[in-house]
């Protein structure tokens, strides 16, 4: 198939995917869009729960395997939109709609340019594409209930807007519950041993909080507090004072030695994480795919947002076409022409780093 008539194809099928509610858990209309491309290209695909895959012509089991992965579910529109988020408007070479730019414009380029590598032969790595489901709440039932179901993954290219730079690493994320406690008491009478007091000194603590180990592409380990509550009538001094704490963790630490740091030194008297498995992710700066990025006028950076590469065990990078600051703005929207350019440009890197 000639590459322009992909792009339009590619379009074609962003507006329907825009057209078509996917809110994360709820992405079966989607994941249907998927598999009719997939049919009316007469490629052998597979469907696991809202998640659909499918591996190129002349993969082999001795060669290693290149994931291409993106997401069609989107976040609910928020209050501020001027437009109807379901309604798919080209305007101004702007393709409007809820999730053109997060990620339905990654996910229909990588979906094309699959497509057109499809009967490659003598490629280094196997392609495997997946379509997959609620990347935007981390659900159960996306990638990480995919990944048992595929072939093992040796590399992968994570779709989300990058303006098609390359992010050679992210950060991982922990949420933290901490309590800090005191003695419970009337208002009206003396009481050295107020949480709420006793919560000062402990914010002060978290502000001026700082790890060592410096990541050259993710710099600091980030630590902030983002939730105080307490007390519940205005004359009783609470017994607890609660604190959610975000921490968003670079590639110099696991997500494991970070929960043993802070359950070590911060000064409260209870600290839980709710979740160890949102780990920071990066891709060797020498690894084929990146040396043939920069090779192609593609820059690397180290990406502050979470995505589906915290779920994959295997050197990631993240790439595609949009701007990452359009995600979940009101009237959203993605450049036509963006998405062609991100076909063309995803092509010739794998072309560049996957042929013999």
């Given at each position: 198939?000639?590459?322009?008539?992909?792009?339009?194809?590619?379009?074609?099928?962003?507006?329907?995917?825009?057209?078509?509610?996917?809110?994360?858990?709820e992405e079966d209309k989607t994941a249907d869009l998927l598999e009719k491309w997939f049919q009316e290209h007469q490629i052998p695909y597979n469907r696991h729960l809202n998640n659909v895959w499918s591996v190129n012509q002349h993969s082999d089991k001795a060669k290693p395997t290149l994931l291409l992965n993106s997401h069609h579910d989107t976040v609910k529109p928020n209050s501020?939109?001027?437009?109807?988020?379901?309604?798919?408007?080209?305007?101004?070479?702007?393709?409007?709609?809820?999730?053109?730019?997060?990620a339905g414009g990654c996910l229909v380029s990588l979906l094309a340019t699959f497509t057109y590598l499809f009967y490659a032969e003598n490629?280094?790595?196997?392609?495997?594409?997946?379509?997959?489901?609620?990347?935007?709440?981390?659900?159960?039932?996306?990638?990480?209930?995919l990944i048992p179901e595929i072939p093992p993954i040796d590399v992968a290219i994570v779709g989300e807007p990058t303006l098609m730079n390359l992010a050679v690493a992210e950060k991982g994320l922990i949420v933290f519950d901490a309590v800090v406690k005191g003695t419970p008491s009337h208002a009206a009478h003396p009481n050295p041993d107020n949480s709420i007091y006793k919560t000062a000194r402990v914010l002060n603590w978290f502000e001026n909080f700082k790890l060592d180990k410096l990541s050259e592409s993710l710099g600091e380990v980030k630590v902030t507090v983002t939730q105080i509550k307490a007390g519940s009538q205005h004359n009783v001094v609470p017994a607890k004072?609660?604190?959610?704490?975000?921490?968003?963790?670079?590639?110099?630490?696991?997500?494991?030695?970070?929960?043993?740091?802070?359950?070590?030194?911060?000064?409260?008297?209870?600290?839980?994480?709710r979740s160890l498995r949102l780990n920071s992710s990066s891709i060797p700066?020498?690894?084929?795919?990146?040396?043939?990025?920069?090779?192609?006028?593609?820059?690397?950076?180290?990406?502050?947002?979470?995505s589906d590469q915290a779920m994959l065990s295997c050197p990631s990078?993240?790439?595609?076409?949009?701007?990452?600051?359009?995600?979940?703005?009101a009237d959203e929207f993605i450049y036509v022409k963006e998405i062609e350019e991100g076909i063309e440009k995803y092509i010739k890197l794998l072309e560049r780093a996957l042929k013999k």
């Open positions: 198939m000639q590459l322009k008539e992909l792009q339009q194809q590619a379009i074609e099928l962003l507006k329907n995917l825009i057209e078509t509610q996917s809110f994360s858990g501020a939109y001027t437009r109807d988020p379901f309604k798919a408007e080209i305007e101004e070479g702007k393709l409007y709609g809820l999730g053109s730019n997060d490629l280094t790595h196997n392609i495997l594409f997946a379509g997959t489901a609620e990347e935007e709440i981390n659900g159960k039932n996306g990638i990480a209930a004072t609660h604190l959610v704490i975000d921490v968003r963790v670079n590639d110099k630490y696991s997500n494991k030695e970070i929960e043993r740091v802070l359950k070590e030194k911060a000064p409260v008297d209870e600290i839980t994480a700066l020498d690894h084929d795919l990146v040396k043939a990025g920069i090779e192609i006028g593609m820059e690397t950076y180290g990406s502050p947002t979470l990078l993240k790439l595609g076409p949009g701007d990452s600051t359009r995600s979940h703005s």
